[in-house]
C-alpha cells in the first residue's frame, strides 16, 4: 500500500488547534516538531551536550510542524479534502498561527518501513573491530563484529567520539578486565570490550530507554546479563548509586561531553583499582584543555590524546 505523508506548518501557538482540529476528523497519531520544545529541551539538559548537528538545529529553525499519514487511496483523498476545508476554517479565525500550509509526499510501505536501513552500512573501526546493523549478513575477515540495532537511535560507531573510544578500547582490553561504562547510550562500549576479552562490564546511564537498549543490542552479540550489568542511575548526584557500582574496575569509560568528564574527574580513581585505566571521549575541540586540567587535578595522568573531526578523547591512568 501507498501513504500519504501530510505536513501542517504552524507555530507554537498554533499545535495545539492544528491537533485538535484533526482529532475532530478523526485523524489521530501525528507527530508533532515544535522548535520551542526543542530549545528547552537544550536548555534543561545543557549539562549532558556540548554540540548540537548543524543541521538538526538549521531543520528545526522556526518549525512547528504536524504530520501523520493517510491511505493513498479514495478515502484517503476524501480525508485530505476534509482537513483542507478544516484548515480553511482555522485561517478564518484570524489568529496568529503561522502559515497553516499544508505539503505531502507519497510513501510506499517499503519505503516507511525500510528505506532507512541504506544509511547504516557495516563499519571498519581501528585494526580489529566491525560495527555491523542487525540485518546485515557480511564477511568479517578476521575482524571481531558487533552487532547493533541503528534503529534504536543510540550511538552506533559512526559518530567520531565513539570511533576514538573502539580505536583506544582494542589496544587496551587484553583480557579478562572489569570494565565500567559511564553514559552506555546503546551499550557499544560495553559491547566491545566484552567481545575483545573483558571478563564483564557494568554499563550506567541515566536514560531508563537505555536499560532495554543495551541489554538487547548485548543479547545480539550472545552476551547475557550475568556477564553485561546494565544499571539505571546518576553517579554524580545520587552517592547511594555511585557506592553501589564497587570498585576494583580495570577499564573505566566515559563517552559523554566535557561538562560531565570534569564532574567525573574527582569520582575515578574511587573506581579504578591501582593501575587501571580511564578512557575519556566526547570532548569538543575548544575544550579539551579544559578537561586535561580537570583530569591532571584529580591525579590522572593523561597517556594518549587522540582526535577526530574536532574531537578528543583521553587515555588516563
Known sequence: ?????????????GLDPVEAMLS?????GVVIDDETEFREFLEDNRQYWDYVDEDLERRMAGLSRVTFYLPSDEAGFAKLGEVRLALEGLRAQGQDWGSLMMSLENLADED???????????????ERLLVVPKWESVETAGRIPLYLDPGLTFGTGDHATTRLCLEALEKTIYGGERVLDLGCGSGILSIAALRLGAASARAVDIDRMCLDVAWENAALNGIGKETCDVRIGNVLTDETFRASLGGGYDVVLANIVADVIIGLAPLV???????????????????????????GAAGLTILEARECKGWYAYLCR
Not at 579504578?272 to 566526547?282: A, P, Q, R, V
Open 24 to 28: 475532530a476528523l478523526d485523524v489521530d
Open 269 to 295: 580513581r574511587g573506581f579504578l583499582k591501582e593501575g587501571g585505566t580511564f578512557l575519556c571521549s566526547g570532548i569538543i575541540e575548544g575544550r579539551q584543555e579544559e578537561v586535561a586540567e580537570a583530569l
Open 1 to 13: 500500500m501507498n501513504w500519504l505523508e501530510v505536513h501542517i506548518d504552524t507555530n507554537h501557538a
Open 112 to 126: 516507511w518501513e525500510n528505506n532507512w536501513k541504506q544509511y547504516y552500512k557495516p563499519m571498519e573501526i581501528g
